[in-house]
């Protein structure tokens, strides 16, 4: 069964780095998400993306994020210059269509010292 | 910002017993799904139903979803201690997840 892969499992860095964060989506899948899970808290939406530009996007994502489709399959979130509060689990998602069942990725442990 | 809120927030129940849980929506929707997560990883889709559809079976899951009043039930019969998990409702209008249930199936 196809399914969504991240990495890394885990990425620890320090405060005011920039970090990517990779996806692969399904592969006919048309639309992409972002979501963060910060420990003990609920799973949150930021972004998401189709046809190559942002669709719609939360209030987090602010303008420290940026999303990216480099090429035909990988899906990015680049955080610019982290904050503590950045520590979470960044989670991605893919549809074959808008807000239809989501296919949700393992999980990207972001860990700011 | 709109977004499923589900109900209980926790729920302990002996194997076997069933589980219903309950999601509220705030706005008109095309459609609301069911998720559950295990502790720290991804998030499952469960069930997907329709505005059009009243009732949605899949294995021991019944899923009900009431227009009218901007609600939906997750129903798991005979539960397994393997359901311990929380899980959480969303809607097409922006995917938003609440708090979640916390669901505890005692062996």
């Known amino acids: 069964e196809p399914e969504v892969t991240q990495t890394p499992s885990h990425q620890v860095t320090q405060m005011g780095q920039e970090v990517i964060l990779r996806c692969v989506p399904i592969?006919?899948?048309?639309?992409f998400y972002w979501y963060r899970q910060i420990l003990g808290q609920k799973v949150e939406f930021l972004v998401s993306?189709?046809?190559?530009?942002?669709?719609?996007k939360s209030e987090i994502f602010d303008d420290q994020f940026s999303v990216e489709r480099p090429d035909g399959s990988n899906f990015t979130l680049k955080i610019r210059s982290t904050k503590l509060e950045d520590s979470a689990m960044y989670f991605c998602?893919?549809?074959?269509?808008?807000?239809?069942?989501?296919?949700f990725g393992p999980g990207t442990r972001l860990t700011v010292l | 910002s709109q977004q499923g809120e589900e109900d209980p927030q926790a729920l302990s129940i002996q194997e076997g017993e069933n589980a219903t849980m309950n999601c509220s929506y705030k706005?008109?929707?095309?459609?609301l799904q069911w998720y559950r997560q295990n502790s720290g990883r991804g998030l499952v889709h469960l069930i997907l139903?329709?505005?059009?559809?009243r009732e949605k079976h899949s294995g021991r899951l019944r899923v009900t979803l009431d227009t009218s009043k901007k609600s939906s039930s997750l129903l798991i019969t005979a539960s397994r201690a393997a359901d311990t998990a929380s899980y959480f409702c969303?809607?097409?209008?922006?995917?938003?997840f609440g708090a979640g249930t916390r669901l505890t199936v005692k062996p």
């Open positions: 969303a809607t097409d209008a922006d995917m938003r």
């Open positions: 139903i329709r505005s059009n559809e």
């Open positions: 592969s006919n899948h048309l639309y």
């Open positions: 706005t008109s929707i095309n459609n």
């Open positions: 998602a893919s549809s074959e269509a808008r807000w239809d069942e989501q296919f």
């Open positions: 993306f189709y046809n190559n530009e942002i669709s719609e």
